[in-house]
T-cell receptor
Framework: DAKTTQPPSMDCAEGRAANLPCNHS???????VYWYRQIHSQGPQYIIH???NNETNEMASLIITEDRKSSTLILPHATLRDTAVYYC???????????FGAGTTVTVRA | NAGVMQNPRHLVRRRGQEARLRCSPM?????VYWYRQLPEEGLKFMVY????????ESGMPKERFSAEFPKEGPSILRIQQVVRGDSAAYFC????????????FGNGTRLTVT
């Protein structure tokens, strides 16, 4: 019942921006886009979420297309510690479940 | 503000023994969720609890597994008569409320059944 599609892996250079795409073409009006990441041997870490407007916090920016069918997570200056599996998740408002897919394995290289 | 605390980080049990996994949610969070990550697989929802109540246990195996979140103290995930297939990482998450509120996860308990 995957609601999102992400590339299985991507590399990026240390110090450069990392742009992680996510397709969610069947998203409904009452569904948020959430991003989490999981660094090896740790629990998932919340990054950011949004409904339809672009969002920015101290970790990342979330750009959601106008039709809401896709989004991009931007890590502005990737570091080696950003190497992780990144999960894009669609979550219904007032739903308590998060459904994790396979995510994108991001490797930041020096 | 301390995050979600899980203990132990690593737990080794022989087949047939019991495993008890503890989770202390973030301060002010009354909603607790348990997820399981089998080796080389994704995270799967197991159970959702509010204080003293199980709200949804649809992802939890019907036998040998139980969860509680008492009025006082941590949430406990209990696995009786463990088998090798129970070997996994078990993650707890908490949130202050349901809705537009992110879940915050602990660093998990890695259970190994020998």
């Amino acid at each position: 019942d995957a609601k999102t599609t992400q590339p299985p892996s991507m590399d990026c250079a240390e110090g450069r921006a990392a742009n992680l795409p996510c397709n969610h073409s069947t998203i409904s009006g009452n569904e948020y886009v959430y991003w989490y990441r999981q660094i090896h041997s740790q629990g998932p870490q919340y990054i950011i979420h949004g409904l339809k407007n672009n969002e920015t916090n101290e970790m990342a920016s979330l750009i959601i297309t106008e039709d809401r069918k896709s989004s991009t997570l931007i890590l502005p200056h990737a570091t080696l510690r950003d190497t992780a599996v990144y999960y894009c998740i669609v979550r219904v408002v007032n739903d308590y479940k998060l459904s994790f897919g396979a995510g994108t394995t991001v490797t930041v290289r020096a | 503000n301390a995050g979600v605390m899980q203990n132990p980080r690593h737990l080794v049990r022989r087949r047939g023994q019991e495993a008890r996994l503890r989770c202390s949610p973030m301060k002010g969070h009354s909603h607790v969720y348990w997820y399981r990550q089998l080796p080389e697989e994704g995270l799967k929802f197991m159970v959702y609890l509010q204080k003293e109540n199980i709200i949804d246990e649809s992802g939890m195996p019907k036998e040998r597994f139980s969860a509680e979140f008492p009025k006082e103290g941590p949430s406990i995930l209990r696995i009786q008569q463990v088998v090798r297939g129970d070997s996994a990482a078990y993650f707890c998450a908490s949130s202050p409320k349901v809705g537009d509120s992110p879940l915050h996860f602990g660093n998990g308990t890695r259970l190994t059944v020998t």
